[in-house]
């Protein structure tokens, strides 16, 4: 059986794979995400998972490789990791009483073998939270690392009035149910390890 290889240094992918039951060794893809004009936010996390999962196969060709990405869409807006906590307060003050939509690329590469999928969560932020909550929130789970400043596992859940999504882990990092599909695609024996 193929060793799978995540290629990503995500302690939140990590964990997801690791509650699923994969065993999983993380590189850290060697991949400069540029954005490239003339393609939607939607199509670019999907070519930033590509290239992440092609980066990392080179080196690992032996080995089923996994690239992800995620990001937040408002509008014609796309929001990513906002590194500090001024930016995380901004991005979630932006998003107050508005709608926007996580998506999250998952590619799966096992020799000619290329599977992609990408899920999508519809967020619905709530109009009645003040700047002083969204300001402790943030200090107090700190979601620099988070694309839209939000960890939907801890405190971060009550930032939404609602959520519509056909995958919950997606919204952490990884949408598990398609990738354990795309998985056993390429490589079935995966199926008698629970």
């Not at 302690?11 to 060794?25: D, I, P, S």
């Not at 937040?72 to 003050?93: D, F, R, T």
């Not at 959520?163 to 990884?174: E, H, K, R, V, Y």
């Amino acid at each position: 059986m193929k060793r799978i290889v995540l290629a990503s240094t995500s302690k939140y992918r990590k964990r997801l794979m690791a509650e699923a039951g994969f065993e999983v060794e993380c590189v850290n893809p060697c991949y400069e995400e540029t954005v490239i004009e003339g393609i939607s936010p939607l199509e670019q996390i999907s070519q930033f998972a590509l290239g992440k999962a092609k980066n990392v196969y080179k080196m690992r060709p032996e080995c089923i490789v996994i690239g992800s990405d995620q990001g937040l869409i408002e509008g014609e807006m796309w929001l990513g990791k906002p590194g500090s906590v001024e930016a995380a307060c901004a991005q979630l003050k932006r998003l107050r009483g508005k709608t926007a939509i996580l998506a999250t690329s998952v590619v799966v590469i096992s020799g000619d073998n290329v599977q992609h999928e990408q899920n999508r969560a519809e967020l619905h932020f709530r109009e009645n939270i003040s700047d002083e909550s969204i300001e402790r929130y943030v200090k107090s789970d700190m979601p620099l690392d988070c694309a839209g400043s939000f960890k939907i596992e801890s405190r971060g859940v009550r930032l939404f009035s609602s959520i519509m999504c056909d995958d919950p882990t997606a919204i952490q990092g990884l949408p598990m149910m398609a990738l354990n599909r795309m998985i056993l695609a390429v490589e079935p024996e995966y199926d008698t390890i629970f």
